[in-house]
């Protein structure tokens, strides 16, 4: 068998170690130079392909590609794009054959959540259907966690170790404060759909009375009265109160708290975030002093307090997706299998995509705590392994050192222009 | 001389590193047991005193003094409390010497900003006038950076590599989704009057094009027109834009941005913070995809991205608080002094109190561009050194390890009771 190229490409929001599952992909691949000649990665991810704007990663040096390992943000560029249906948009799934055969291109590898599972998984079907097979593995990634099969996703270790870390810092800060200032305090994290995120915020307190004292689960219906109650309750009893809420925090009818009519000067709706909504009703309501902080993009970027574990895990999905091509397998995705609890171990396994595509896992009820408020002991020892080690980015003149690539283009061989 | 007490206390908004300023006093004077018999900490700042609740720092470990190093917060609780001046509210001075008196307490560190400077000198005058002199030393800290005289302040270093690494990590995050998601990012930090923190954002490049893209000052009246024009040329040119806002912002006639009438459902005033009013201006009138990011308390508590360069300087601090009370001096401040910026060296020096009291340093003109958008050269400059190196804390199963004190109470002695 001839050397083929691969495409890489990444999808979906990035995380603080998606660059470490390329950098297990291109490492990889490069052990494999008679099978594997060179990974031309998208730019802006599925998009690159369409558009046959692919990015020349045997021009990285070893170096280079070492460092994307300790590297936040997705150094080729990700890109929100969902295939249509095949019967929709057939030409769409037809360009990328047409663009995979112009530069022998046999691999596939789609790094990111449910939509690009199924992606990769349709790919691989219309490749043999066009009889030019190309071996297509999904990635996992995703700070959400909510891919199906897997024990958790790349990307959401990271997350949930800032998450937990900085709910403990603020919490230290809140209650040297509470006497005189600030009595409520509120941190916003994403999960639009899945609380894995707020669940995290769990993790900082393990002591009755330790912060978190209250989490917003998008999983339970929020109840303006009992929630204002044990806001009081925690107020009374240790002077002060953390909330950690998640973006997708909602009221039984489905409507996000974060839709609350808020209007600027002019009437304008203002898209706000969850956490000044609760702050309102916090202040409304009780007459409380309150802050909030809204950790958006820092979350998911904050590679400077990645899980060591979170790094080894995308680092290993990149590396196994690699291996599994090379065996002959397609429309399959490397999967995390947890083999035992304590002490935590770990190893890949492989997956069908249509396992997982288009699927969610949501936060089971069993992981939240009867009032709903808190996480139980089983949710803790499920997500505890996975913030666990430090994996320290080298740093220069006390910023960390991340990688810039040289990102030179392959030469377009198709004569066709595509527009997405 | 026999040996007294020292009384401790900290006081205003706490930092990543006001501990290790404690620590710094608690060490050296367990050094000098033969002058200070005991460290007493004010619980809940100079309330403490005044309430005469305070901790019994003997009863504390070596070992646990020496976690303080490590641990964000304020240990012995904090307040926003200032003494009234002495015609309004001489009661409160005459019951702290009265409290010093009832515990031989022979020493005051004070641990806080511009107020608490001010406290001390009066402290220290008055205490001679009654005949009870104690020696009342300064100790700064601000994240503000506002203290004049000494050349930064203990606490914002540490805010200042938080704010740069946060912006650095966004940024990457923000470029590689933007072909298809976000287009401007905000990060919100605080400074309600000065633009240290701000400035400090513009360290996460130094390239030109890199992110942050624009800084919005305190110290520069804010014009619409103009930052959403700069706003437009950002996207044009590099496709995204990261905007680092001071809470402080404002209008040339003095009014802040964050209080731009945003009304809830109800027609409730919301008290929200800068960053959501900026990206409904983005939003209104440039029709950009937006997100934004809150550091709010996360920024003044994270030690585990703390500068060393800090960590090093509140302990000094701290430890110089003592050996000058040992000294004989009274009404004085350690102050860093730059004495060298390539390398970079200081050393601390003491300064009277009455220069530092109640005065504001702000981020001079010279250190912002022209166009009062980034940050100049000279700004860099005085800048760069303080973030630099990494200090991490122990950590125990992917969390930091803080020290929680077993904070004892000292004994009541006096026979009154003081209510605040």
């Given at each position: 068998m001839s050397a083929m190229?691969?495409?890489?490409?990444?999808?979906?929001?990035?995380?603080?170690?998606?660059?470490?599952?390329?950098?297990?992909?291109?490492?990889?691949?490069?052990?494999?130079?008679?099978?594997?000649?060179?990974?031309?990665?998208?730019?802006?991810g599925i998009i690159g392909a369409l558009t046959e704007d692919m990015i020349d990663t045997n021009r990285e040096s070893a170096r280079t590609i070492a460092a994307l390992r300790h590297t936040p943000g997705g150094a080729f560029g990700s890109a929100r794009f969902k295939l249509k249906s095949i019967e929709e948009n057939r030409a769409e799934y037809e360009r990328l054959i047409d663009v995979f055969r112009a530069h022998d291109i046999g691999y596939f590898f789609y790094n990111g959540g449910n939509d690009s599972m199924d992606t990769a998984q349709k790919v691989s079907q219309i490749s043999k259907n066009m009889g030019f097979p190309v071996a297509c593995i999904g990635i996992p990634k995703t700070v959400d966690n909510d891919l199906p099969v897997t024990d958790n996703?790349?990307?959401?270790g990271s997350v949930a170790k800032y998450v937990a870390v900085s709910t403990q810092e603020a919490a230290l800060d809140v209650a040297s404060m509470s006497k005189t200032s600030?009595?409520?305090?509120?941190?916003?994290?994403?999960?639009?759909?899945?609380?894995?995120?707020?669940?995290?915020?769990?993790?900082?307190?393990?002591?009755?009375?330790?912060?978190?004292?209250?989490?917003?689960?998008?999983?339970?219906?929020?109840?303006?009265?009992?929630?204002?109650?044990?806001?009081?309750?925690?107020?009374?009893?240790?002077?002060y109160c953390v909330i950690v809420v998640s973006e997708g925090a909602q009221y039984a009818n489905g409507r996000f708290l974060a839709e609350a009519g808020t209007r600027d000067a002019f009437g304008h709706a203002q898209l706000g975030g969850v956490a000044p909504v609760v702050a309102t009703m916090v202040r409304d309501n009780l007459g409380l002093k309150y802050h909030y902080a809204v950790a958006d993009y820092l979350q998911r970027s904050a590679r400077h307090i990645a899980s060591a574990t979170d790094?080894?895990?995308?680092?290993?999905?990149?590396?196994?997706?690699?291996?599994?091509?090379?065996?002959g397998k397609s429309g399959v995705m490397p999967v995390i299998k947890r083999i035992s609890q304590t002490p935590y171990r770990w190893k890949i396994v492989s997956a069908p995509l249509t396992r997982i595509a288009n699927k969610e896992k949501m936060l089971p009820r069993r992981y939240i705590s009867t009032d709903g408020f808190s996480i139980t002991p089983a949710c803790r020892r499920y997500l505890a392994p996975l913030i666990r080690g430090e994996d320290y980015p080298p740093y220069i003149n006390g910023l960390p050192n991340y990688v810039t690539l040289k990102s030179v283009s392959v030469k377009k061989r198709s004569n066709t222009k595509f527009v997405v």
């Open positions: 190229n691969a495409f890489y490409a990444q999808s979906g929001g990035v995380t603080a170690v998606i660059n470490a599952s390329a950098c297990g992909v291109i490492e990889t691949a490069r052990k494999h130079r008679n099978r594997i000649a060179n990974v031309y990665a998208g730019r802006n996703c790349p990307g959401f600030t009595k409520v305090f509120i941190l916003e994290v994403m999960g639009r759909h899945a609380g894995w995120i707020a669940a995290a915020g769990g993790l900082a307190g393990s002591e009755p009375g330790d912060a978190p004292h209250i989490i917003l689960f998008p999983e339970i219906p929020f109840r303006k009265a009992a929630f204002l109650k044990r806001v009081r309750e925690c107020v009374r009893k240790y002077d790094v080894k895990q995308a680092y290993a999905v990149g590396k196994a997706a690699v291996t599994m091509a090379l065996e």
